[in-house]
Structures are given as C-alpha cells and as structure tokens.
C-alpha cells in the first residue's frame, strides 16, 4: 500500500486548500481513510475520516470548515479545507486501514498505512 499525499501550501487566513491523497496497491473501496495533523510540538491529531461505506467523520475543530470525499475511479481521498486559521498550520498526513472499527477511526495508532505528509501553512 501507497499514500501519496498532496496540495499543501502557504495560504492566508480564510482561505481555502483542497488536499489530495493518491492510494496504490489496494483494493481501495475497502479502506477507511483518514486525515491527521501535526503542529510542532504537538501530538498528531484527528481532522477527518471517510469510511468504505462513505459516511464521514471530523474532529470538532474543523466541522463546518473542511469536508472529506473519496473518489474510487482515482483511488484518491481528498480534503477540502475552507475558512481557514492560523491554527489549521500543521504537516497534513493521509492514513489508511481496512479492518477499523468505529471506535478507533479517530486513534492514529490504528492506521496501518501512512503518506509521507504535506505542509499546510495559513498566516494570519
């Protein structure tokens, strides 16, 4: 399995990104994918997760803000970041697993396969 994650970039506040993520050596309509965030000196944090069956899941700092959709003819996931702040700054990292339950989608620790990141910066 391959992540390739991509779109980061500088980017004022209130301003919006889409972030991809480009998955390879699976059956991709089987995995949850997901969407973490580290800040420096910061623990890697859940921002948003679509599971195979299509239904979504997002931290509540970034509810209403980003939206997560999966595209099973790209096998790409993507992020679509809105009305964005200087505290969405952080190394965007895409993750995969196929045997998640609900209750751990939101545990990095549970993801299995993991993209290189890509750096988000919003100035204020």
């Known amino acids: 399995v391959q992540l390739q994650a991509s779109g980061g970039g500088l980017v004022q506040a209130g301003g919006s990104l889409r972030l991809s993520c480009a998955a390879s050596g699976m059956t991709f309509s089987r995995y949850t994918l997901g969407w973490f965030r580290q800040a420096p000196g910061r623990d890697r944090e859940f921002v948003a997760a679509?599971?195979?069956?299509?239904?979504?899941y997002y931290a509540e700092t970034v509810k209403d803000r980003f939206a997560v959709s999966r595209d099973s003819a790209k096998n790409t996931v993507y992020l679509q970041m809105n009305s964005l702040k200087p505290e969405d700054t952080a190394i965007y990292y895409c993750a995969a697993d196929s045997s998640l339950i609900l209750s751990s989608i939101r545990l990095y620790e549970q993801y299995n396969h993991w993209g290189q990141g890509t750096l988000v910066t919003v100035s204020s």
């Open positions: 679509i599971r195979y069956s299509g239904h979504t």
